[in-house]
């Protein structure tokens, strides 16, 4: 089993900047792929990136690409989304996921962009 705790999340302004955390615990040493996917209000969840256990690969939703970047400290077991230029439509709950032989979810982070 794994449990992830998100962090981060808040108001921030149209063009502006903001992390995010997610920390791993339990069976980490099993995770292979993590990830970030978001859900606006009244749309279904959708994928944001996504980082192998070695950081060597990541994928990214053709909205953000160039935006966001997705990183992680194996070594702290946790995984960043760092989030730049953010746009009123990048509001929405931000979760972590982590895949292992089955996917495991935290219990999101608000992000709300916003003047």
């Known amino acids: 089993q794994v449990q992830l705790v998100e962090s981060g999340g808040g108001l921030v302004q149209p063009g502006g900047s903001l992390t995010l955390s997610c920390a791993a615990s339990?069976?980490?040493?099993?995770?292979?792929?993590m990830g970030w996917y978001r859900q606006a209000a009244g749309k279904e969840r959708e994928l944001v990136a996504t980082?192998?256990?070695?950081?060597?690969?990541?994928n990214y939703a053709d909205s953000v690409k160039g935006l966001f970047t997705i990183s992680r400290d194996n070594a702290k077991n946790t995984v960043y989304l760092q989030m730049n230029s953010l746009k009123p439509e990048d509001t929405g709950v931000y979760y972590c996921?982590?895949?292992?032989?089955?996917?495991?979810w935290g219990k999101g982070t608000l992000v709300t962009v916003s003047s």
């Open positions: 996921n982590a895949v292992l032989l089955q996917t495991y």
């Open positions: 339990g069976s980490t040493f099993s995770i292979n792929r």
């Open positions: 980082i192998t256990r070695s950081g060597g690969s990541t």
